[in-house]
């Protein structure tokens, strides 16, 4: 099978499709089962899809008693097709190669020129192509074909693809999937960065199977991504960075915009580092700021344990509105969960009833490698989704 040669699937085949790459493999019965379908309706959906390559056959399966031999789960080929996935910050742009079942095969770092759309957008292609050259035996050997980029990026980004407000990369209205795909020549998603994040959770990570969790994300911003029965809570508002102007502490510092104590405020890697260099009378990287913290260095020390307890403060407003199941922490600011882990807590508790349980606290790898795996996913459901 040729990359790109399966069509999005509709009806029980969608479904039986879906099932698969999710929590394959899975035993014919457990399909039934899971579906609604017969043995014999499920028997022709599944043919045409073992023919085609797209399913495959797992040949050392349980053995079923009923007809005394081993039973053949199916499975999703991941191999199939490739997808590459790429995160936008200001001056980088980060990337991936997946599997369909979002397995990084390589990764590639590259800085960014400048900021113009076109220039980023041939960028974003150049990347694609060379980690599309890892799957080759050769670096003179044809480049394969992949299925589709996704790209994300922190800020608000419309349904096709329009970038209408890029605050890291000073950009308003900009038609960047149109760009890419006009370069690529091949299908292109463009989405805001912790709704990608949040659908990778959600599909292939500590997610799947939670029908309510949150993520939080600390760094460059502050972020938030919701799903609710299985499913992710999307509206034009997402990637407007609502929660990061939250009140947290009403004497904190100003966050740009001048709110007093807000998310952007304690929480961002600029505003920790910039009250911690500021305290000690030299620059200070975000590493070392929790470094200094841990080997108690006395402003450092405050800093941190004040952005730790207004960290809990803003989990205590999430868990309190949406009752999650799980809260997901990521964002290359992450470290600040584990280092002032205590005040994370007291700050969680302070605004919780105290009869509540604390709910199950997973931090997520702060690397971008991370982010660009979304982006990747993004593309992966629009090519199985058909949207």
């Not at 790109?4 to 014919?28: K, M, Y």
Request: proline fraction near 6%.
């Amino acid at each position: 099978m040729t990359a790109g040669a399966w069509q999005p699937l509709t009806g029980p085949s969608h479904q039986v499709a879906l099932e698969i790459l999710l929590d394959g493999p899975l035993s014919r019965a457990e399909l039934s089962r899971r579906l609604g379908l017969s043995p014999g309706s499920l028997t022709r959906i599944a043919k045409p899809m073992v023919e085609s390559g797209l399913l495959v056959e797992v040949s050392a399966g349980p053995t079923d008693p009923r007809v005394g031999r081993p039973s053949q789960p199916l499975d999703i080929d991941p191999t199939t097709h490739h997808f590459a996935g790429v995160k936008l910050t200001a001056d980088t742009a980060v990337g991936v190669l997946t599997t369909l079942r979002s397995e990084v095969i390589a990764t590639e770092e590259r800085p960014l020129p400048d900021h113009t759309p076109q220039v980023v957008a041939d960028l974003v292609v150049d990347l694609a192509q060379s980690l599309a050259q890892s799957l080759t035996q050769s670096a003179a050997a044809e480049v394969p074909a992949i299925t589709g980029i996704g790209v994300s990026l922190g800020g608000h980004v419309a349904r096709d693809g329009k970038v209408l407000l890029g605050n890291f990369l000073d950009w308003t209205d900009v038609p960047f999937q149109q760009l890419v795909a006009t370069r690529s020549g091949t299908q292109v998603v463009v989405a805001n960065d912790v709704t990608a994040v949040t659908e990778a959770i959600h599909w292939f990570g500590a997610g799947r199977g939670v029908s309510r969790f949150c993520l939080i994300t600390i760094g460059a911003g502050v972020g938030y991504g919701l799903v609710v029965h299985d499913k992710l809570v999307d509206t034009t508002d997402t990637g407007l960075g609502l929660i990061g102007h939250f009140l947290l502490d009403p004497e904190g510092p100003l966050c740009p915009l001048g709110h007093r104590g807000c998310a952007e405020a304690m929480l961002t890697t600029a505003a920790i580092t910039s009250q911690i260099s500021a305290a000690l009378g030299r620059p200070v990287e975000y590493d070392e700021c929790l470094d200094l913290a841990k080997n108690g260095e006395p402003e450092s020390l405050r800093v941190v344990a004040t952005s730790g307890r207004a960290l809990g403060r803003l989990i205590a407003a999430a868990t309190n509105f949406t009752m999650p199941e799980l809260v997901v922490l990521g964002g290359e600011g992450v470290q600040l969960a584990a280092v002032a882990h205590e005040d994370v807590l007291a700050g969680l508790r302070a605004d919780r009833d105290p009869a509540a349980l604390v709910p199950p606290l997973l931090l997520e790898d702060p690397t971008f490698t991370q982010w660009a795996r979304g982006a990747a996913v993004i593309a992966i459901q629009t090519f199985v989704l058909g949207r």
